[in-house]
């Protein structure tokens, strides 16, 4: 058994740079076990081209000779011996190749001889991708876990409806070109953030948790295998801007996978060190920061025990002449010819309907990016952070272009706490968002040159089933008979989330023309919706004035995770059991295809189904960062580099 | 208030034949109560094209003033007013004008005018769509209830893959075109069967249970304004030929929209009626019947309570000329160059799994369409139905083209009934299918000129959130450590249902080259999947051998509708308690946009995000059904005829 099998059946696109891994496994005892419990450590690995000879790996790539390396790791095979705590033990023997490269279109076998003849092969494809740039700017919008059943919910409470025909739609609708990609994991079918992200910056698949690397098994996080992500490229293949923008805390991992490579996403300190400074442990490309780097997570920048080795990164991105900006109103005011450092919260920022509706819920937060303890109030949205980012961009890239990722981070976030409102309101703002780039590029004369692309991660099993009477539920005494409030069919009924209550002025919103949010939050009649899986919780189907959502809590008293219904959460509801595990307080992620919608000079690559990592492709081919070329190494830098070994 | 109101923003197509409902309503008593309580009879109604002068609708479509009708009804404005049993009263003044068409693009205005100055204005249009049929042949597969989500879990318990890259993919898959559309309907945001059909064959949002007609307040679920079908206005305008394959029972509302026009779906008798001679109560299109009509509802046609005035529908059938069939080894060899009427078993017909895996499920029914009380053992699937019925229509309309409807409806039969293995079942058959109907379309030299759509008309809020160890499950003792074996993110795994148990033949299948179901259904790693609403229910994720899951039941002893866990259902699983109303035995349908995925000739206008009416259009398109022209009535049949007025 060895990693490298991990790795079979990946691609690669012309000249992206990446490591390999090697183990062979030795497994001591389990179902798994072999006689031989020493990991052969004289395994060769080649690597041939199809039709050509195999080479060995180092003769191919004009590396040396890695260095043998060895550990052990254990593991549990199922629930039973996990019980039992019965874990199976394995040994391994290693090596890693740094910074190597593929450049010939072509199909390729990676050979490893270990035990005397015992072969392990991967199947690897470096993609024929013309290098002819066709956009000159892409932007990438992710809605983390977004899929269409909730975009389909979120128009329905903003849009009106006459008589079944829709008034006005969602800038998404507009767009002429859907694809549908598949997001499962390496591993697992289900993923999460960071193995997705990996996948669409990368074009490899990855595992749960990891950032832009192959995950191995050495104790390290750090020494994992990497892979070169778009923004890698992109800054060195034409030195174009960078943008990453988010609403979560920046070193979460749909941000993080542009430029960390670990296989653990938690390590957000040094996920933030690798915005600034890129991979500093293994040579690798020559990063420099991207030009824009907009979100929350002040508590990996002012200096503490969660910022790298304690430092100051609000310093550290100054000393290297970044602007730094920590609210909204120094955004909008700062100098755009410069590299900008905007981060506006602790933690993940303020949600939509809190910063628009439920304002008082920004006060007493504690969450101010100074690290003083005091509310972080003036928060941008994804839209003010975009359209800045993009001014910015465009001001320092105009002629190289640019590459921004811009994520609402909090659709996802929400969907985990079950507040639906919160997360259709953070779809809402994506949305409004993608039509302000989009007229903010037509102003800059950049749409033509410009590739949009709206797309999401992963899935949460969400959707809207019927409406909710909820002046009807709260008046009933029982659980069976709360549920009678709930209308399905024709018992539906019309959104009521369009009608302004002008007796209610506080939630009648008004907005301006061409922006479309619910003009009333806190209808009689809301939505019946949900997951299909959740953790104990009680529905009342109302909005969560207060706050984000907290569905079930731990009241067991113990210092153990066993969570049941927050008493505090959906009064007047009804209580409904999970059927997440009882440790899980929130929901999960689901496996559904998510959408993407394209528009730009290269749309019509976006359309049919496809995998995540074939978006990466579809994107290096609008932006030209295929290098076809005969193979070589990865010692070069810059535009159409080819080097032979 | 008219229900006029009704019909604004009502789209048509140049050509299309309807009828218009006038309704004047006099709300007695509630909160609409008017103090002048008889509706005023002596209003006037008016059609104005844009920029032209008002004519009474009379001169406009050269018919005769229609008869004044009268009514009264009833109504419940809240579930208030329901438990208190005080129901609202309206009185009626009402007209109906019968088979009118407009034929000139254009907007529209349709005024009513009542008690002395009151008007109530709809805005129609005619819509712009060019003559030219640019496909020959159209068949359009109905995935009933199909979403993103189920086709992401059908491809995954069907497809293998290799290190998270997927080595075959579903038909369905492979097509270049993808569209979303909107469901929702004309009063309410979910929409059941009937109504999504109407949307998609006639261009017009309609009600919940309404099949080809605006819904009228009238006592006769027969006099309701209808609206021309495509399989009508196919027939009409080119006579070409038509059939209408499904799994459900025939007089189910997908099929039944085709050709019946009533606003309740439950008149199944008068919809195998109107399937052989269309519409007889009012004058409309001379419908001769299609060439081909297969499913299940053996019911509707032997002499019995529930076939149309107790006739026997085979003979009926048989001497208007068609063949008659009642298993698949009589449809294998019967006569292709006469219509045929198959009919394969009483209710629904059998599903994929128990045809293919659990056969002994197909015996002891009462099922067989004779009438007979034995069992349907040999019905055919939906795959050798689509396949007969192409090879009928190519053989009858070689030369006029066909429309050729095929459903698989149990998806969202198995999905009411939360059996997700037996809905992901039916998901597969109709993957298959496209795939088997594009080769023999090949085969028959016709697949370049026919359009193929693969699509559905709702939702169910299904999603995967991972895997069940159902033997750890098994092996616990509570309902809460049950739940620990749910594996999600990385704990999902990979599918285990495309590796064969050896160990089990039962249940270890091989299918034939490119053809792609689970190999085992019953593996101990299960997907962990579910809807968002539900009864209650206990789970334990495992495929039910026995037939049709039945989660729920009414266990009260009482004659009302109070249904608990089916004791006898999910054994050894936990149980769920609901959050649908606890007069619900099974799921429900949901909001979210669902797939369209198309290709041929003109598979490019069906991209982007659409209602579903605009299906309609597009199809109509497609077959050059469009039949501009100066404005006219509807006295005329055949190819481009205009009439003016």
């Not at 009882?582 to 019509?604: E, F, I, M, N, R």
Request: net charge negative; glycine share 8%; hydrophobic share 35%.
């Amino acid at each position: 058994m060895a990693v490298i099998d991990l790795c079979n059946r990946a691609d690669f696109l012309p000249g992206q740079r990446f490591d390999i891994r090697l183990e062979v496994h030795a497994p001591v005892n389990g179902s798994e076990a072999r006689a031989n419990t020493t990991p052969d450590s004289n395994f060769t690995f080649t690597i041939a081209r199809a039709g050509a000879q195999a080479q060995s790996a180092t003769t191919y790539f004009s590396v040396a000779e890695p260095r043998l390396e060895t550990w052990n790791f254990t593991w549990f095979e199922d629930l039973f011996a996990q019980d039992a705590g019965r874990p199976s033990l394995v040994r391994v023997a290693a090596k890693a190749y740094r910074n190597v490269v593929l450049t010939e279109p072509g199909e390729y076998t990676a050979t490893l001889m270990y035990y005397n003849g015992s072969t392990t092969v991967a199947n690897w494809r470096v993609r024929d991708i013309p290098p002819r740039r066709t956009a000159k700017n892409l932007v990438l919008f992710i809605g983390d876990g977004m899929t269409t059943n909730m975009i389909t919910a979120a128009r329905l409470i903003a849009h009106k409806m006459v008589n079944g025909r829709y008034q006005s739609t969602m800038a998404m609708d507009k767009f002429p070109v859907i694809g549908h990609q598949m997001t499962h994991s390496l591993d697992s079918f289900i993923t999460d953030s960071a193995n997705s992200a990996t996948a669409l910056y990368s074009g490899h698949k990855s595992t749960v948790n990891a950032l832009g690397v192959y995950a191995d098994s050495s104790r390290s996080p750090a020494d994992d295998p990497k892979v070169e992500s778009i923004a890698e490229i992109f800054r060195r293949v034409y030195n174009g801007g960078v943008g990453i923008v988010s609403t979560a805390f920046i070193a979460d991992a749909t941000p993080a996978a542009l430029t960390a490579h670990t296989r653990d996403r938690s390590r957000y300190g040094e996920v933030v060190d690798s915005f600034l400074n890129g991979i500093t442990n293994y040579t690798w490309t020559n990063w420099t920061g991207p030009d824009v780097l907009f979100g929350g997570g002040a508590e990996q920048f002012f200096p503490n025990r969660r910022s790298f080795q304690g430092r100051d990164y609000y310093a550290e991105f100054a000393n290297r002449g970044y602007n730094v900006v920590l609210n909204n109103t120094a955004l909008q005011v700062t100098d755009t010819s410069k590299k900008t450092l905007g981060i506006f919260s602790v933690s993940n920022m303020a949600k939509w309907l809190d910063r628009n509706v439920y304002t008082r819920n920004l006060f007493g937060q504690r969450n101010s990016p100074d690290g003083r303890n005091g509310s972080a109030a003036d928060q941008p949205g994804l839209k003010e952070m975009t359209l800045k980012a993009i001014e910015i961009l465009n001001e320092r890239h105009g002629d190289d272009g640019f590459f921004l990722m811009s994520e609402a981070a909090s659709i996802d976030k929400m969907m985990h706490s079950l507040d639906y409102d919160r997360a259709l309101g953070e779809l809402l703002e994506l949305d409004d968002t993608v039509k302000a780039t989009m007229e903010y590029l037509e102003e800059l004369g950049q749409l033509e040159d410009t590739q949009i692309i709206v797309t999401a991660d992963h899935g949460h099993g969400f959707d809207v089933m019927g409406s909710v009477d909820t002046r009807y539920l709260q008046a009933q005494n029982n659980d069976r008979r709360k549920r009678d409030a709930i209308g399905t069919y024709e018992n539906s009924g019309l959104s009521q989330y369009t009608v302004p209550d002008r007796s209610r002025n506080d939630t009648s919103l008004v907005y301006t023309n061409g922006t479309y949010f619910p003009a009333n939050w806190d209808p009689r009649y809301t939505l019946f919706s949900g997951l299909a899986a959740n953790p104990d919780r009680r529905e009342n189907y109302t909005v969560h004035k207060d706050g984000v959502r907290v569905p079930a809590l731990n009241r067991t008293g113990l210092p153990i995770d066993d969570y049941y219904v927050n008493d505090r959460d959906g009064l007047g509801g009804f209580v409904i059991n999970g059927t997440l595990p009882t440790t899980a307080d929130q929901g999960v992620h689901s496996l559904t295809d998510v959408p993407v919608y394209a528009q730009g000079p290269c749309q019509d690559i976006f359309g049919g189904t496809y995998g995540n990592i074939d978006v990466f492709y579809r994107m290096a081919e609008c932006l030209g960062l295929s290098q076809p070329g005969r193979h070589g190494n990865g010692n070069g830098n810059g535009r159409n580099q080819n080097s032979s070994s």
